[in-house]
């Protein structure tokens, strides 16, 4: 068995722009974290789309700091490579710069190495001024940030007009200036990403922002195929697991219904010896015809 890969951080992270390009998925529990890891993802996500793919909400706006720590904390669990992200929740940084920098702080508690924040205009630099100050790596996120939906008037593409792609560069050149790692770019025309990713100093990841950017992030149930909401014009399917949980289930519920589950010889344990049956149902009771279980072995596992 070789060295066990070492983990990403934020210093490594940074320096692959221009080298490398960076892959970055959510997760949001252990073994989605474990697999996420050990397959080579350079940046884990735990993202507020928490809300929509595994909990059920209709936005991200309801889940909470707890949901958020919770989730984050089963990720941290199952990842020794990955650069751990989590994902500020709405009204988590927007309340005063005091709490946003003790929830942050919640994070790096749980076992992130970061925190992701949504927006970058100059209120929010001063929030990710404070959130730095304190010793705690920011990622940020802008272009279509879901956290803005309402603002936004629904989930649009953002950008697209000369002013609005100034803005969204002037956000871009803050954030790096005021000392980000990394930055989301959502939802943005191409063209407008490669700009941003040539003009600022730090990796851009991009989710619909195109080819140019110095890394990509889905969500992890679009990636697979594990949620069935509206699926975006940027996601690629790689697998149907959505289906593949179904098919199974289904054989297995056919097979519990035919009478087929569980097999007496392989998926069932045994008496050692027709004596002992005798005892527990006492000499003349024993009226069943005994189960035909092939060999009986002394003792078993689970
Ligand atoms: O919450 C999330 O999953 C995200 C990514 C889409 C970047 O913010």
Not at 46 to 64: A, K, Q, R, W
């Amino acid at each position: 068995m070789g060295a066990p890969a070492k983990r990403v951080t934020v210093p490594s992270l940074r320096a692959m722009k221009g080298h490398r390009r960076i892959v970055m998925l959510t997760a949001y529990d252990f073994p989605t974290a474990r697999a996420v890891d050990t397959a080579g993802t350079e940046v884990i996500l735990v993202g507020d789309s928490l809300g929509m793919v595994v909990l059920g909400y209709p936005d991200t706006l309801t889940v909470t700091m707890e949901e958020m720590l919770h989730h984050l904390r089963a990720v941290a669990r199952g990842t020794s490579q990955a650069l751990v992200i989590g994902d500020m929740p709405y009204l988590s940084y927007h309340v005063s710069i005091e709490e946003s920098v003790r929830n942050a702080g919640a994070f790096i508690r749980a076992g992130a190495h970061g925190v992701k924040v949504e927006g970058g205009k100059p209120s929010r630099i001063k929030t990710i001024e404070a959130i730095l100050d304190a010793e705690i790596p920011v990622m940020g996120h802008i272009g279509l940030t879901p956290q803005s939906l309402n603002a936004f008037g629904g989930f649009k593409v953002q950008g697209k007009s000369t002013d609005d792609g100034k803005r969204l560069i002037d956000e871009a050149m803050a954030l790096d200036q005021v000392g980000c790692f990394s930055l989301v770019l959502e939802c943005v025309p191409a063209e407008l990403a490669a700009f941003i990713t040539e003009k600022i100093s730090i990796p851009t990841i991009g989710i619909g922002a195109g080819p140019a950017c110095d890394g990509q992030v889905l969500v992890l149930h679009d990636l697979v195929g594990l949620y069935e909401g509206h699926t975006a014009k940027f996601v690629r399917r790689y697998a149907e697991v959505g289906g593949a949980i179904r098919d199974a289930v289904g054989r297995f519920a056919e097979d519990v219904r035919e009478g087929r589950f569980p097999d007496v010889a392989t998926e069932s344990f045994h008496m050692g010896t027709d004596e002992e049956l005798r005892r527990l149902y006492g000499q003349n009771e024993l009226t069943a015809e005994p189960l035909d279980t092939g060999s009986q072995p002394s003792e078993e596992k689970a």
